[in-house]
């Protein structure tokens, strides 16, 4: 990969030419939410560039992108399909190469460099997309199957349908917002100690959840499923990093039988920039797999895949480094997990065809977590519930502090990166600080 | 209440002068979808009406109507809050009364009544409502007691939360459709026999779900919960009635741990015309209630419920008469189901004040379902499921025909209605026709 002419992108950074992830932000002269691409420290304004130049030169033969461009989301975007987020992609890959085919549009033109490439400090990130719905998968093997042995023994700890499906559960769409928001500790009912009649008071049993998020390109029609082969080219438009806060304590108590609920729905953070599919290709890797590498964990041959989850390809993950940072108020930050989401047993196509299955429409716009992903020590955990053992022990912190669960003033930073300093492809910081509930006690 | 002036007012509609809901309609002369309301077997077309006549004297002191009346949605409607829907109701109630205080505009306007009274088989009908999240609860007693009653024995027949919380989860917005709207039998995995290893193929039980539908009209913040006894006032627009299609099978083998999905995202069906809360007033009832009503079915003083969903007022449901019948695609209908709203265990307050507790934010055009709603009795039951007890008993049909769960080819109508012949507010149908599965078998 070529370099940039842009100032300053540290070797470090997320945001290498190698990855041109899309956002929404707003400017200090712009307070309308538009389209932004990251590079290193910077952004370049999509909506200014497409407002001084000429598109159509850029961008040759696809209309409209200027309207596009300057919308409150990435929806219309997305929905032009991945050919011409792969176009687009590149020819802004060229824009800010050093070696650039149009130096005249931006590289040499100072006076458009001022206006459309500004410190990523100067702009204020939105959600990237319009989300119609959400919805949550399952798919962090060594997470499903340690929460299940934590309450079921593990003998038991995967339910029967684990390695034949996708397991899933419908979001909340509203309660998604861009990192950065501040989360509220959420009231609930919750059982105390051994007392069979429960309580109203804040969760006791905050976490997070370290998630890859899947924005969806182009929807399918109501009744129509989606072929598992055709999924990721036809239907995905990029990813996010992903933290579904959960309130252990309430959901234990409400999720049977019909899933979780107010536990969950209080709030969940995406990173802001869409990492486009495309950006993700060189880090293809192989996901665990019923066949193989799952016998060595459960000690038997699985039964063969149902057809419509059988891909063609074999690496249908990505091996991306994912961490999770914990700030206390006092500002001491921990690095308290580090695995890869080469611990789904899943792959997005995967999910997609299964949750098309039905008939099932998803839109443009549509949000699939992947599940909590977790490796198989308890420092990869991608959740407090695993770390902790259920509130049982505690994870140490900087600043001679620990945890089992979230206290208020806690910030949980989720950051995510493929590839070597100078071509990394990563996500930024997918952040959330944790305010006191709203009541103590009500009841 | 007054006589209407519209001709041919059947004194058994659903549509009374009492009634007045709300709809999105499309005519022969306007393809784009906009605002009406339905009075006996007509609608008004109110986008016409708004651009023919002084919105100001009709509707004084509320602005921006025609604007609102040409959109393809009743959200920006439902987001001017209860009493301007009770105000535009009102009103248009005068407008169509035998007395209308207005008679020059409508009544006596040959020419108007012509290009704004339409007979109801003239419009096309859309989904009302831009519909943000969908939940979809179970405050329906009898339903969950007996469903429960079938997998784990009347005496575990209830989850330990059941009468504590308002047990729900998140469904799928995208599915959500107008009644009429073909419905496509699912595929999905599902067990045969005792074999432990799943199939792909269509469902082999199909089964419907008889729900209220209710919507919202003004959001709550993110963070902050609607008090039980605002909820009403503050925060409902309007009610259908509402189909929550399911695929027993398809359920029963994905649902442990994380709730239904596949299951039920392939469609719910809803009647098109929303009635608004006001038009419902007069039909307030007593739900089930924890500490005496259940206590026949229970045997056992329940505990007091949390502060959070006590309400003041006693009457927090409606007594709403209920049907579900079935047409073959013989064309023989049978109304194998009656029953009433009062058997919901919850209101729909207590569901908004308990869905909001920790913070989830409600917007507008929200969808909640009530639950399926069942009586007592076998035969006042809201689902096949617990109607043939899981497919043990058929259940009898004109035309020498029987069910146990639904067959291509059948067609499912809800109806419901409150009041006497006159003065009735119903719902019109909420239909729906199963369409055979697109694949037969794909393993």
């Known amino acids: 990969m070529a370099a940039s002419w842009v100032p300053d992108v540290d070797p470090s950074s997320d945001f290498s030419l190698a990855n041109i992830p899309f956002g929404i932000i707003t400017t200090q002269d712009d307070p309308a939410p538009h389209a932004a691409v990251a590079i290193g420290s910077h952004v370049l304004d999509l909506k200014v560039l497409a407002a001084n130049s000429d598109l159509t030169k850029l961008f040759p033969g696809i209309d409209g992108l200027a309207e596009?461009?300057?919308?409150?989301?990435?929806?219309?975007?997305?929905?032009?399909?991945r050919a011409v987020h792969r176009q687009v992609r590149g020819a802004i890959q060229d824009l800010l190469s050093t070696d650039t085919q149009h130096p005249e549009v931006l590289r040499d033109n100072a006076e458009l460099r001022k206006k459309a490439l500004l410190p990523q400090r100067a702009v204020k990130m939105h959600l990237p997309m319009e989300i119609g719905d959400y919805t949550d998968f399952y798919a962090g093997f060594h997470h499903a199957r340690r929460v299940g042995g934590m309450f079921r023994g593990m003998d038991n700890a995967l339910q029967p349908n684990y390695?034949?499906?996708?397991?899933?559960?419908?979001?909340?769409a509203s309660s998604v917002v861009v990192s950065g928001t501040p989360v509220r500790r959420p009231v609930g009912q919750i059982l105390l100690d051994?007392?069979?009649?429960?309580?109203?008071?804040?969760?006791?049993?905050?976490?997070?959840?370290?998630?890859?998020?899947?924005?969806?390109?182009?929807?399918?029609?109501?009744?129509?499923?989606?072929?598992?082969?055709e999924a990721d080219e036809g239907h995905i438009f990029g990813y996010?990093?992903?933290?579904?806060?959960?309130?252990?304590?309430?959901?234990?108590?409400?999720?049977?039988?019909?899933?979780?609920?107010?536990?969950?729905?209080?709030?969940?953070?995406?990173?802001?920039?869409?990492?486009?599919a495309d950006a993700l290709e060189p880090f293809r890797a192989r996901p665990l797999e019923n066949q193989t590498q799952l016998q060595q964990y459960l000690g038997e041959i699985q039964p063969p895949l149902q057809q419509y989850l059988r891909e063609k390809r074999r690496d249908g993950v990505f091996d991306i480094q994912l961490e999770v940072e914990l700030t206390t108020a006092e500002g001491d930050t921990t690095t308290i997990s580090r695995t890869s989401s080469t611990n789904l047993i899943w792959s997005f196509p995967q999910m997609i065809a299964h949750h098309t299955l039905g008939g099932c429409?998803?839109?443009?716009?549509?949000?699939?977590?992947s599940g909590t992903i977790s490796g198989q020590g308890r420092l990869e955990s991608g959740s407090l519930l695993e770390m902790s053992e259920n509130g049982w022990r505690v994870v140490e912190l900087k600043g001679m502090d620990a945890r089992t669960f979230l206290k208020d003033g806690d910030t949980v930073t989720l950051r995510g990166f493929c590839g070597v300093d100078g071509g990394r492809v990563g996500f930024g910081a997918c952040e959330g600080r944790v305010y006191e509930a709203l009541q103590k006690v009500t009841d």
Chains 1, 2 share one sequence.
């Open 163 to 172: 390695l034949h499906l996708p397991v899933g559960y419908h979001g909340r």
């Open 361 to 369: 429409p998803l839109r443009t716009g549509d949000l699939l977590g």
């Open 240 to 276: 996010v990093l992903l933290n579904d806060w959960s309130a252990r304590d309430v959901q234990a108590w409400e999720y049977v039988p019909l899933g979780p609920f107010n536990g969950k729905n209080f709030a969940t953070t995406i990173s802001p920039w869409v990492v486009l």
């Open 194 to 229: 051994k007392d069979p009649v429960p309580v109203t008071a804040p969760s006791r049993k905050l976490d997070f959840e370290l998630e890859l998020g899947c924005f969806i390109a182009r929807p399918n029609d109501m009744g129509s499923a989606i072929p598992v082969d």
């Open 68 to 81: 596009i461009f300057s919308q409150s989301s990435l929806n219309a975007f997305a929905q032009l399909g």
